[in-house]
């Protein structure tokens, strides 16, 4: 079954987790963004549940006497949001599902696994159905470890690898196969372990163009072949050594792909912006609230020396989330200036989002953007959305629903940011995808024709098309993100024939192995300049 455009919230007690359920490059300086520096739109005034006002449907109650809070309860612990009519739906989930982790499946599913307390070793699907029939499944103790702030990978077979967690310095993978089905050990986590702090939790996780994994826990990252368990290089320490993992919260991005004809010659950087100095989450606790981190590291890890380039970020900021946007920019949201994630450790809200051009000369990459007036502080999160607007919700930095008497009062509301491109002064420029249809299916290395329309005259040369996958967002990172820049067979550029007034076509080759595009679902994407068509979902397989 096809699809549907739907965020899944889910949430226990006190934590909120947003994850946008198959809903939903710049290849020169040149911009036609209105500098306007965006848009807020509040979407809903309440998107809580539990216990809250909104029910489970047809008298449903949850009885879990493994429950450490609310052992009967009658209200939703997750809903699912349709995004075209702004309204939502209970869903239900039995087990704790605090700080897991996830990723889209091939078949258009989400999977999440491990949680807290009777949900650490569970792993729980939503399989979209198109009407309101379906809920949770739940498949009891199948982990071979408990799974709390671990990361989740698909790879290129359609499994997930499972890395790290409270305590777990090993990896596993879902579903289970003969030959794989144990927990493996990876040292490299318990040598990131900052003691008593950790500093290691939620490791960025990254498929590398070679199918190897890039691993960055704490201020350093290896190249992991997870086939043989073998760590295959060692990446410099990031300058500074800071840490930039939970609970010094940076957040990290795969830079946009392109020649994706290259296989394994294709170049990958990863981006890591934010954090907390080193001991922040000491001090934090003692009511010391140290200024984050003002850096980004960008590493190119494809190279056979790689080594770190540092750029100053016009603002500092830990609890960050970085969002890749269908131009191939990066959208840099939420936070604060000081502190560290957990409960009430976090200080000075970030209230202005930042755009950065990863094109730009060094100097002229980042952008600030008009702010919001709502702090987004520990489990706040933000998520692209079909229409190219960001879906901004969350922040509770309490362990109870603290509404008053508080510095950063729990948040339930759910907004939208609305990047420059989407400013109606540049409707005439923005293509409109005509064919394919949404939801059609394509394979590896083939040609793929896309026909879309554009109101205005526009200049066939500056036509880019992206295809980006869904990923799975908590704690300052999105699991599974990635964005491809699809080219023609010669790797330069996207081929663009006009068709009659205001209509197009292109031709462009699709990824050409599983390792640079794991099978399932992607959003894909007709740029112009930096200004994207509304996606449509496409299945590669």
Avoid at 209 to 221: H, I, K
Avoid at 298 to 309: H, K, L
Avoid at 352 to 378: C, D, K, V, W
Avoid at 403 to 409: A, Y
């Amino acid at each position: 079954m096809a699809p549907t455009p739907t965020l899944i919230l889910a949430s226990l007690l006190h934590y909120l987790l947003i994850q946008l359920l198959l809903l939903p490059y710049q290849q020169n300086i040149l911009t036609l963004a209105a500098p306007g520096g965006g848009k807020w739109n509040l979407l809903l005034s309440d998107i809580d549940f539990g216990p809250s006002n909104i029910s489970l449907p047809n008298n449903q109650c949850r009885n879990n006497p493994n429950d450490l809070t609310l052992k009967v309860d009658c209200t939703a612990h997750s809903i699912e949001y349709d995004v075209a009519s702004n309204s939502i739906r209970p869903l239900n989930v039995f087990t704790d599902v605090w700080c897991s982790s996830g990723s889209a499946m091939p078949d258009g599913s989400l999977m999440q696994t491990g949680g807290f307390n009777d949900g650490d070793r569970n792993v729980r699907v939503y399989k979209p159905c198109g009407d309101s029939s379906y809920d949770w499944q739940e498949f009891d103790a199948v982990l071979r470890q408990k799974r709390w702030y671990a990361t989740n990978h698909i790879l290129p077979d359609g499994r997930q690898i499972i890395v790290g967690g409270r305590g777990q310095f090993s990896y596993e993978f879902y579903p289970k196969k003969a030959g794989t089905d144990q927990s493996y050990n990876l040292p490299f986590l318990s040598q990131t372990n900052d003691p008593r702090i950790e500093n290691n939790l939620y490791p960025f996780v990254f498929l590398n163009v070679d199918g190897n994994l890039f691993t960055f826990a704490n201020n350093r990252a290896i190249l992991f072949d997870y086939v043989n368990g073998v760590v295959v290089r060692n990446y410099p320490t990031i300058p500074g050594g800071d840490p930039r993992s939970y609970p010094s919260s940076g957040s990290a991005v795969l830079l946009p792909l392109r020649d994706l004809q290259g296989g394994a010659n294709v170049t990958a950087e990863v981006l890591v912006c934010g954090g907390a100095p080193k001991r922040s989450f000491t001090s934090a606790n003692n009511g010391k609230f140290v200024g984050a981190l003002n850096t980004c590291g960008r590493i190119r890890i494809t190279d056979p020396n790689p080594q770190w380039a540092m750029e100053t970020m016009p603002l500092a900021r830990v609890m960050g989330d970085m969002v890749l946007l269908p131009n191939g920019n990066v959208l840099i949201i939420n936070g604060a200036s000081s502190g560290t994630a957990g409960w009430d450790l976090g200080r000075n809200p970030v209230l202005t989002p930042l755009i950065y051009r990863p094109n730009n000369p060094i100097g002229m990459r980042f952008e600030a953007q008009n702010s919001t007036s709502i702090p987004r502080m520990y489990h706040s999160t933000a998520i692209l959305l079909q229409d190219g607007r960001i879906v901004v919700s969350g922040s509770n930095p309490h362990a109870y629903y603290n509404f008053t008497g508080v510095l950063f009062p729990i948040d339930l509301t759910m907004e939208t940011y609305s990047p420059d491109y989407l400013d109606p002064r540049l409707v005439r420029v923005r293509p409109k995808i005509i064919s394919p249809a949404s939801h059609s299916q394509i394979g590896y290395g083939q040609q793929l024709v896309i026909n879309f329309t554009a109101l205005g005259r526009i200049n066939r040369g500056f036509i880019t098309i992206t295809m980006v996958a869904p990923p799975f967002t908590t704690d300052s990172f999105s699991m599974n993100q990635r964005l491809l820049i699809l080219t023609n067979r010669t790797g330069i550029s996207a081929s663009v024939t006009p068709l009659g007034r205001s209509n197009y076509q292109v031709r462009v080759m699709t990824p050409g192995s599983h390792i640079l595009a794991p099978p399932g679902y992607y959003l894909l994407f007709v740029v112009y300049r930096e200004v994207p068509s509304q996606g449509i979902w496409i299945q590669i397989k």
